[in-house]
């Protein structure tokens, strides 16, 4: 891909910086702050007056712990306006479900380098989002109730080739379904394996888990193709699972 390439000269042209201190781009104006945005799946976004402000000194720390996101500092107020922030802020910027999680500094009773890993770790929800306990609270926290879900051992030989279907199919979904893999091979997970009624040696399996009604369904068995599971996702999306039998025996309010 091209864009890759290009996004360091975007920054350099458009009078981003780098200071040896914070290790951070700068994000200086509104074409190079939306294309940082739009540069990967989750990214960080540090909304600071100076680099005394409360927070910027910690959200450093914090990034060097959480690598997977990229991380941008911006102190450019016209920007803030634009992308929706009017005071210190640290902000997530997540394509699955095209959300903004801000934090704002002023309203934090405490910060520190350990809650804003927390914070990062948590709403580190991706077009696949692998289901564990701190991934569970950014899943259910988030606007969009609806989860298609890949039930799979890893470790098996379709393990992989599943979860890249389910990541070329998943943004054909943005803002509507959430796609997340669930390791049947994880004893942790087998309580949401029993929640459709299956165990660890029934995967692989796709099913749709309903937050909103708190309803959930099984696509029928056979080949797990993204044909199959993309008509799955769209019968859910026009109500056409709704008179079909649930999955599992019993419903219940998480997974």
Known sequence: MLFPLLFPLLLSTASATETADSALPRLGDLKVAEAFIDSA????????????????KELLESTKRVTTVPAAICMEKEVWAELSVSSDTIAIFRKADNHQENLVLSEAKKVDADGLVNFLTI?????????????????FN??????????VNRGT???TQLKEQL????????GKLLFV???GAVKSNLRSLGYFGLASGDLP?????????DMKWLLPQGPVSSERVRSFCHAFLKGELKAEKQAGAQAKSEL
């Open 167 to 174: 990541a070329a199919l998943a943004p054909e979904f943005t």
């Open 181 to 183: 893999l669930i390791n």
């Open 157 to 159: 030989k379709e393990f």
């Open 41 to 56: 799946e989750v990214v960080v976004v540090g909304f600071f007056e100076s680099e005394e402000s409360r927070g910027y």
């Open 205 to 213: 399996r796709v099913g749709v888990y309903d937050g909103g009604s």
């Open 123 to 139: 709403n580190e929800v991706r077009y696949v989002t692998e289901y564990n306990q701190v991934t569970a609270v950014g899943l």
């Open 142 to 151: 988030s606007e969009v109730k609806a989860h298609l879900l890949l039930m």
